[in-house]
Every structure is written in C-alpha cells, then in structure tokens.
C-alpha cells in the first residue's frame, strides 16, 4: 500500500522501516538492520520516491500428516522453529491442508529445529529429512529455503500404565504417578 508521513521537520537523517504480516521487517533501501539502512534526507522539501519491496525471506515450509503419511493433519497443529545459535524462536499454525509457513527467519542460520509438541493425542515430532523422528537429538537443523518442503508425521504415543496397592493389595485411590 501508500504510505504517507505528514508534518516532520526538515531533516537530513530520517530512518523508515516497514512491517508487515508474514514479512520480516524491512529498512529503507532493502537493507536488513538499522546498522544498514540509509537516511532519508527530506532538508530540501517532500521525498516522494521512497520504496519498499517486502520479501518473504527466511522461509521454513512443510505439510503435517497424520499416522500413515497420507492423511492431511487439518488446520489448528502449532509449528515451531528453535535455533540454538540465535536464541530464537517463531511458529504458526497449520491450515486446513496442514500446510504450514514460517517467513521473516535469519537466511544465514543453519541450525533451525522444526517440532511440533503442542498436542495431546501424538508423540512430540521433529524434522529430519530421512523421516520424521521423535526426539529432540535426531532432529535435522536446517537453513530457510524457499524450494525445500519439510514435512513432519504425527503418530500417537505409547503409554504406561499400572496400579496402585497397598500391603493387602488394595487399590488406592487418589494417587499420583509422575
């Protein structure tokens, strides 16, 4: 869209930025952090040529399926992405394809974990390119691309279960396994 910023004094140091929804943000003259961007000097009246060309960057993509690789896993399944090096995080959600989308991430980070381990009803799941795996040390890190689609499974878990007796071998109630 247009954009408009009224009334400013006259200046020869002005720093624009833009943000948007599903994009990273932006400084002026396609530069990627304050460090980089260039002033916008307005000392000699309106600056009108100011443009801003949003791009997805750093993009992590894939479908969720269910049990059998076949089944589209539906909209509502949360996605993250952790990478250690940076200290950061960022996730969505899923269609109702089960297709998700993570943009505005560091292109130069290799070490991006995808999981997903918000439900109930599946094992906490990871990204690995052979196959999908089921814990945090075997997961892939990986680099944003624009082309590659990670796909992750969701399968149920196991459980474990038993009873609680006493001496007689008397169910009791009200207790707690952890």
Known sequence: GNFTLSNLPLAKDYLLKADA????????????????????????????????IMKKRGVIRGSVKLHDALQPAGPGYWVNVWSSSTQTARCCVTDSQGMYEITGL??????????????????????????TVYHYDDAE??????????????????????????????????????
């Open 106 to 131: 560091d292109e130069r980070v290799s070490d991006y974990i995808i999981s997903i381990n918000d439900s109930d009803n599946f094992m906490p799941s990871y990204f690995n390119s052979q196959a």
């Open 141 to 178: 890190k990986v680099q944003p691309s624009e082309s590659i689609s990670r796909n992750i499974i969701l399968i149920e878990g196991f459980s474990i279960s038993g009873k609680i007796v006493d001496i007689n071998d008397q169910l009791l109630p009200d207790m707690m396994v952890s």
């Open 21 to 52: 929804i599903n994009y990273p943000v932006i400084y002026y003259n396609d530069a990627q952090s304050p460090d980089d961007e260039a002033y916008i000097n307005n000392s000699r009246g309106n600056v009108s040529d100011i443009l801003f």
